[in-house]
C-alpha cells in the first residue's frame, strides 16, 4: 500500500521548505502573542478592573505556554510537529475569541489558558526541532536564528496591523479578525507533518534516558536558570510598555512606534547571533546579551523620557531581543544532540516561561502599589546581571555519549 503523504519523515523534506513553513506559522503566532500588550488599557478601562487580572492573566498565558512546550516538545519529538501546530492554532483561536467576548476577571484566565495552550503548539520551541534535524549540524544555528527573525517580522507587523484595526473596528471587534487570521496557519502545517526518522545510532536515546541525563549536566541546569532572566525581560517589557508610555503622557502611538521597532531591530540582532556561532562561543554570546539589556534599563530610569528616547531605546533591545533563542537552543543540540531537541528545549523553555510569568505579575502587583514602574526597572538590571554571570561557566561540548559515538 502507498504511504499517505502526511506520514513522509522530516528528513525527507528540503531545508527550505521546513524553514519556510515553521517560519510563517512562528511568524503569525508569534506575531500576535506579542500585540496583547495593546489591549491591557482599553480593556482593563472598559471592564473596570486594574491592570493586576489582565497583567496575571497574560502571565498564566505564559506559564502555561511554558508547561505545555515540554509535552509539545515531546510529540513533536516522537510524532512528528504538523499534529501539534494544528491543536496549538485551534487552541489560539478559542482563547483570542473568549477574550473578545470576555466581560469578567475569570473570563480573562480562561483567554490566558487558551493562549498559553496554542503558543506552546505553534510558537519556536515546537518547531526548533524539525528545524535542527533538517539542518546539518554546521547550519543549525543559523536554520533557528531564521524562525527567530520570522518571529521578530510578524511582531514588526503585527503591531501596525493590529493597532490600525482597534482604531478601524474598535479593540473588540479586532480580536475577531486577529481569530480569523490566526487561521491562516492551519494549511501551513502540513509540510512540518510526518513522524521524526531517527538517521544514526545517535539519535536511539529513549525518553527517560534523555531526561535523566539533562538533570545532572551542570551547564544544561545553568542555560536554564540563566533563561528565566530572558522570560522576565520580554514579558515585562513587551505587555507593560504601552501603559509605561502612556503614564509618561506619551501618546499610544509612541508604545506602538517603539515595540515595532523591537520587533524590527530583532531581525537584525538575531542574524547576528546565528552567525555569531562561527566566531564567538554561544555562552560567551549569551552573557553579552543579557549583559547589553542592562544599559537599557538604566536608560528608561535616567534618561528623560521621550519619544525618540523610548524609541531608540527599544531598538537596542531589539538587538537583544531573541536573539537568545538561536544560542540557548543550539547548545541544547551540542550538548545533547536533536533526538529530543524540542522536549529539551522546552524545558529550558519552561524556565523562560515562568520568567515570564514572575515579570507580569510582579510589574502588575508593583504597580498598583507604587504606580510606578521603576522598581520593576531595577529588578530587571539586577536579574541581566545575575543572567551574565551564570553564562559564563558553561561547557561548550557535547556529553561523553555523544562524544564518543562520533569518534567511533
Given at each position: 500500500?502507498?504511504?499517505?503523504?502526511?506520514?513522509?519523515?522530516?528528513?525527507?523534506?528540503?531545508?527550505?521548505?521546513?524553514?519556510?513553513?515553521?517560519?510563517?506559522?512562528?511568524?503569525?503566532?508569534?506575531?500576535?502573542?506579542?500585540?496583547?500588550?495593546?489591549?491591557?488599557?482599553?480593556?482593563?478601562?472598559?471592564?473596570?478592573?486594574?491592570?493586576?487580572?489582565?497583567?496575571?492573566?497574560?502571565?498564566?498565558?505564559?506559564?502555561?505556554?511554558?508547561?505545555?512546550?515540554?509535552?509539545?516538545?515531546?510529540?513533536?519529538?516522537?510524532?512528528?510537529?504538523?499534529?501539534?501546530?494544528?491543536?496549538?492554532?485551534?487552541?489560539?483561536?478559542?482563547?483570542?475569541?473568549?477574550?473578545?467576548?470576555?466581560?469578567?476577571?475569570?473570563?480573562?484566565?480562561?483567554?490566558?489558558?487558551?493562549?498559553?495552550?496554542?503558543?506552546?503548539?505553534?510558537?519556536?520551541?515546537?518547531?526548533?526541532?524539525?528545524?535542527?534535524?533538517?539542518?546539518?549540524?554546521?547550519?543549525?544555528?543559523?536554520?533557528?536564528?531564521?524562525?527567530?527573525?520570522?518571529?521578530?517580522?510578524?511582531?514588526?507587523?503585527?503591531?501596525?496591523?493590529?493597532?490600525?484595526?482597534?482604531?478601524?473596528?474598535?479593540?473588540?471587534?479586532?480580536?475577531?479578525?486577529?481569530?480569523?487570521?490566526?487561521?491562516?496557519?492551519?494549511?501551513?502545517?502540513?509540510?512540518l507533518s510526518g513522524?521524526?526518522?531517527?538517521?544514526?545510532?545517535?539519535?536511539?536515546?529513549?525518553?527517560?534516558?534523555?531526561?535523566?541525563?539533562?538533570?545532572?549536566?551542570?551547564?544544561?541546569?545553568?542555560?536554564?536558570?540563566?533563561?528565566?532572566?530572558c522570560g522576565f525581560?520580554?514579558?515585562?517589557?513587551?505587555?507593560?510598555?504601552?501603559?509605561?508610555?502612556?503614564?509618561?503622557?506619551?501618546?499610544?502611538?509612541?508604545?506602538?512606534?517603539?515595540?515595532?521597532?523591537?520587533?524590527?531591530?530583532?531581525?537584525?540582532?538575531?542574524?547576528?547571533?546565528?552567525?555569531?556561532?562561527?566566531?564567538?562561543?554561544?555562552?560567551?554570546?549569551?552573557?553579552?546579551?543579557?549583559?547589553?539589556?542592562?544599559?537599557?534599563?538604566?536608560?528608561?530610569?535616567?534618561?528623560?523620557?521621550?519619544?525618540?528616547?523610548?524609541?531608540?531605546l527599544s531598538a537596542?533591545?531589539?538587538?537583544?531581543?531573541?536573539?537568545?533563542?538561536?544560542?540557548?537552543?543550539?547548545?541544547?543540540?551540542?550538548?545533547?544532540?536533536?533526538?529530543?531537541?524540542?522536549?529539551?528545549?522546552?524545558?529550558?523553555?519552561?524556565?523562560?516561561?515562568?520568567?515570564?510569568?514572575?515579570?507580569?505579575?510582579?510589574?502588575?502587583?508593583?504597580?498598583?502599589?507604587?504606580?510606578?514602574?521603576?522598581?520593576?526597572?531595577?529588578?530587571?538590571?539586577?536579574?541581566?546581571?545575575?543572567?551574565?554571570?551564570?553564562?559564563?561557566?558553561?561547557?561548550?561540548?557535547?556529553?561523553?555519549?555523544?562524544?564518543?559515538?562520533?569518534?567511533?
Open positions: 500500500m502507498q504511504k499517505r503523504l502526511s506520514s513522509v519523515p522530516e528528513a525527507v523534506r528540503p531545508l527550505w521548505v521546513v524553514v519556510l513553513s515553521a517560519g510563517l506559522i512562528v511568524g503569525i503566532a508569534m506575531g500576535l502573542r506579542q500585540v496583547m500588550g495593546l489591549y491591557l488599557q482599553p480593556m482593563t478601562t472598559e471592564l473596570g478592573i486594574g491592570r493586576e487580572p489582565f497583567s496575571t492573566s497574560m502571565a498564566i498565558a505564559n506559564l502555561i505556554w511554558g508547561l505545555g512546550a515540554v509535552a509539545a516538545g515531546m510529540i513533536a519529538d516522537r510524532y512528528g510537529a504538523g499534529r501539534v501546530v494544528v491543536a496549538g492554532t485551534l487552541a489560539t483561536m478559542a482563547g483570542l475569541y473568549v477574550m473578545y467576548a470576555a466581560t469578567t476577571s475569570f473570563d480573562l484566565m480562561l483567554s490566558g489558558v487558551l493562549l498559553g495552550i496554542g503558543v506552546s503548539g505553534t510558537g519556536l520551541t515546537a518547531l526548533v526541532g524539525a528545524a535542527g534535524r533538517a539542518a546539518p549540524p554546521d547550519q543549525r544555528t543559523a536554520a533557528i536564528a531564521a524562525l527567530g527573525m520570522a518571529s521578530g517580522i510578524g511582531g514588526f507587523l503585527a503591531f501596525p496591523y493590529t493597532h490600525l484595526l482597534m482604531s478601524l473596528v474598535g479593540w473588540q471587534t479586532s480580536l475577531l479578525v486577529l481569530t480569523a487570521t490566526m487561521a491562516l496557519v492551519l494549511p501551513l502545517a502540513w509540510p513522524k521524526p526518522t531517527s538517521s544514526s545510532l545517535l539519535d536511539q536515546q529513549t525518553l527517560g534516558e534523555a531526561v535523566k541525563e539533562a538533570c545532572t549536566h551542570p551547564s544544561y541546569l545553568l542555560l536554564t536558570i540563566g533563561f528565566f532572566v525581560h520580554v514579558a515585562f517589557y513587551g505587555v507593560h510598555l504601552p501603559a509605561f508610555v502612556a503614564d509618561k503622557g506619551l501618546d499610544a502611538s509612541v508604545g506602538v512606534a517603539a515595540l515595532t521597532t523591537v520587533g524590527l531591530a530583532n531581525l537584525v540582532g538575531t542574524y547576528i547571533a546565528g552567525q555569531s556561532g562561527r566566531f564567538i562561543e554561544k555562552r560567551r554570546g549569551l552573557s553579552l546579551i543579557y549583559f547589553g539589556r542592562c544599559f537599557v534599563f538604566l536608560g528608561l530610569l535616567f534618561l528623560p523620557i521621550t519619544g525618540a528616547t523610548v524609541i531608540i537596542v533591545l531589539g538587538l537583544l531581543w531573541l536573539s537568545t533563542v538561536p544560542l540557548t537552543s543550539s547548545l541544547v543540540a551540542t550538548f545533547f544532540g536533536t533526538r529530543w531537541m524540542s522536549m529539551l528545549f522546552g524545558v529550558v523553555f519552561l524556565s523562560h516561561q515562568v520568567g515570564s510569568f514572575t515579570g507580569l505579575w510582579l510589574a502588575g502587583t508593583l504597580y498598583d502599589l507604587t504606580k510606578s514602574y521603576d522598581m520593576m526597572w531595577w529588578i530587571s538590571i539586577a536579574l541581566g546581571l545575575f543572567a551574565a554571570a551564570i553564562h559564563w561557566p558553561i561547557q561548550e561540548r557535547p556529553v561523553a555519549r555523544l562524544a564518543a559515538a562520533e569518534a567511533a
